[in-house]
């Protein structure tokens, strides 16, 4: 029987955050917070092992309270477990102050339940970083394996796994020992319509929710934006640029004009690199 | 923490086929100009299997130093063999800035590098200073899926560590007449120590373009509105020797495979020419392709961001744009085949 910790976060849908055009600062009633995407399919790698192995699958996040939302979405897609570490004092943490804190909670899910894999998504869509899962790896001593797209094997007896990390043209086979953590690819699995059962489940799910003081020996300093080296110095909004010529008639003269002004560049057609197929010369 | 007693700008110099990969040399080239701003030294830590000989490579791109650690142990790229010598080499030497680039390779080693050096790693970055008093690194990156940019400082922790983007700073012209020191560092890891085996690895044997470096680059939106519009656009790019890309919302579609979504969560890409069709232009898509040489949008909305951001912008429909312009290619094709 497998133990399973699926890390996760809840995220403003930054595909649809709107900017408020006055202050440049982002707008966050405008997005909806969501289950991060790449999270989801985490969980649903751990729920797929589960089928395979056996075991359980507990799922745990650092956020505010309404993140309990966001392990819901996780109790839908199978997970059986969820805790919710929040708490004043983790506000403001980076990268380091939170695979810290995620860190002390995983232990002591551990305490309980002694843990053979975690499993993260290979990036936040808010932070855009994929620094989280490693840096709980290092922290628990286990060995991190980011770019997983595939989990071959696990045999908890022997203490290992087989799983494959994506390179840019291709995949490396890898065998690990176990306990150990995946930052998994979002190609890894396809996640199905959540069934009638876990939804309703879903619904009237109590995560545990913990507080620093829940978590036994935890040092202050490296809580929240105290515990963590990087500040946001400065934010503003990206370059606008200044927008392009509109070719203006019909759509055959569109499309006449557009063809001459690449022709009229034509050396911009001169292949200095590798293409994928054929084509004009 | 002393950071006084930090000193100098390093780069991780990544190699792939026997070859320093192109984003180590551009952070050679951003590194040179932040250690002359700093009047410090800029090094290279190299490790690997018979990689000694790329140290000098390394120096012809601007380093003053290469440290080598160079022994089978380091035959594949494995986070904790690899770490150990960089934590090792920082320990040593204390470098006040280290550059990795923001490869996969480079993410994963300075992920678990920072947490155990217990310093601020910046991810992503696409644009790099130093302020030459007080040696602060600054950052900047784009955050929130591209809404935002933010500069970001490490102030109290060093070495300040950054992933830095392929392609957003320029490497040196190649000089072999630069000279630099290349210093071999003793290997103190022992097979049995690393909890993980590379077994094998598996190449594609169709050999995969990739999307970062095409010259020509047809990507297409949810304007495509399904697998459909991606064929159409495919003939397009076939007929022109161009790559197929695509927004995030094409690749959630499923119309378009992840490898090939351009933007914040995909690929940053520089062609030559970029032809967006019915892409709106959000700008976490943005943020991956505006570097581009030429930026050619289609889209049936004339509000749409895209074209803001595209040098020529045509208000139509795709359907009828895209097989005309592949006929207008065709027929200049034809001419020239018959004009020799």
């Known amino acids: 029987m497998l133990h ?3 890390c996760i976060k809840q995220v403003p849908d930054t595909k649809i955050i709107k900017m408020n055009p006055k202050t440049n600062t982002m707008d966050r009633s405008s997005a909806p917070a969501i289950l991060n995407p790449y999270d989801a399919h985490a969980v649903e790698e751990a729920v797929r092992l589960k089928a395979r192995y056996g075991g359980k699958v507990s799922v745990v996040t650092m956020g505010p309270p309404p993140a309990v939302k966001a392990i819901r979405k996780c109790i839908e897609i ?182 001459s002004i690449l022709m009229n560049k034509k050396e911009l057609f001169h292949k200095s690199g590798a293409t994928e197929e054929g084509g004009v010369q | 923490m002393n950071i006084e007693e930090y000193r100098g700008i390093w780069v991780f110099l990544e190699h792939k086929d026997g070859a320093i990969v192109p984003v180590s040399l551009e952070l050679l080239g951003a590194g040179r100009r932040l250690a002359d701003k700093r009047g410090v030294p800029l090094s290279g830590i190299l490790i690997g299997d018979g990689v000694k000989g790329l140290a000098a490579e390394a120096i012809a791109y601007g380093a003053e130093t290469v440290y080598v650690y160079d022994d089978p142990i380091f ?11 960089v934590i090792a080499c920082v320990e040593k030497y204390k470098p006040e800035i280290f550059l990795y680039g923001a490869t996969s390779t480079g993410k994963d080693l300075a992920s678990a590098v920072a947490t155990d050096l217990a310093t ?84 594609h044997t169709v050999k995969k373009v990739r999307l970062d470096e095409a010259d020509i680059i047809v990507a297409g939106g949810k304007g495509l509105g399904g697998r459909v519009g991606f064929e159409m656009i495919g003939e397009f790019a076939k007929r ?36 967006a069709i019915g892409i709106s232009g959000a700008i976490q898509h943005l943020v991956g392709m505006q570097n581009s040489g030429l930026i050619i949008a289609i889209n049936k909305d004339s509000n749409a961001a895209i074209f803001q951001a595209c040098h020529y912008g045509i208000v139509g429909d795709a359907f009828e744009i895209v097989p005309m312009l592949t006929e207008a290619f065709d027929q200049a094709l034809r001419e020239e085949v018959k004009h020799g």
Not at chain 1, 129 to 145: E, N, S, Y
Not at chain 2, 75 to 85: D, G, K, L, P, V
Not at chain 2, 177 to 197: A, M, N, S, Y
Not at chain 2, 255 to 271: C, D, F
């Open chain 2, 120 to 203: 601020g790693l910046t991810a992503d970055t696409t644009m790099l200073d130093v302020d030459a008093e007080t040696g602060l690194l600054e950052a900047s990156r784009p955050a929130f899926g591209g809404n935002i940019m933010a500069t970001i400082l490490c102030k109290k922790d060093r070495p300040q560590m950054a992933t830095v983007r392929p392609k957003v700073v320029k490497a040196l012209e190649r000089d072999p007449e630069r000279t630099g020191e290349v210093i071999e560092e003793p290997v103190e890891l022992r097979e049995e120590d690393i909890r993980t085996k590379v077994l094998d690895i598996v190449r």
């Open chain 2, 240 to 275: 022109i020797g161009a790559s197929v890309g695509g927004s995030r919302d094409a690749v959630e579609a499923g119309w378009i495979e992840h490898s090939r979504q351009v933007g914040q969560t995909g690929v940053t890409v520089t062609p030559k020419i970029y032809f």
């Open chain 2, 75 to 85: 035959h594949h790229y494995r986070t904790e063999s690899y770490m150990r010598a």
């Open chain 1, 4 to 6: 399973i910790v699926a």
């Open chain 1, 78 to 259: 199978g997970a059986d477990e969820g805790y919710l570490i929040t708490d004043r004092a983790f506000a403001g943490a980076d990268t380091l102050a939170t695979s810290y804190s995620l860190t002390k909670a995983i232990e002591k899910i551990g305490t309980m339940e002694p843990i053979d894999l975690i499993i993260c998504g290979k990036m936040t869509i808010d932070g855009d970083t994929g620094q989280v899962g490693p840096g709980i790896a290092r922290r628990l001593d286990i060995p991190p394996l980011t770019s997983v797209n595939k989990v071959v094997e696990m045999d908890r007896e022997a203490g290992q796994a087989i799983v494959h990390r994506k390179l840019e043209d291709g995949y490396e086979v890898i065998q690990t020992t176990l306990p150990c953590l995946l930052s998994v690819e979002k190609e890894i699995n396809e996640i199905p319509y959540s069934t009638l059962p876990n939804m309703m489940r879903a619904a009237r799910y109590q995560p545990v929710i913990w507080s620093v003081e829940d978590l036994g020996i935890v040092d202050r300093t490296k809580l929240g934006l105290k515990g963590s080296p990087t500040i946001v110095a400065k934010v503003w909004p990206p370059d606008k640029p200044k927008g392009g010529e509109m070719l203006q008639g019909s759509s055959e003269e569109q499309v006449n004009r557009l063809f």
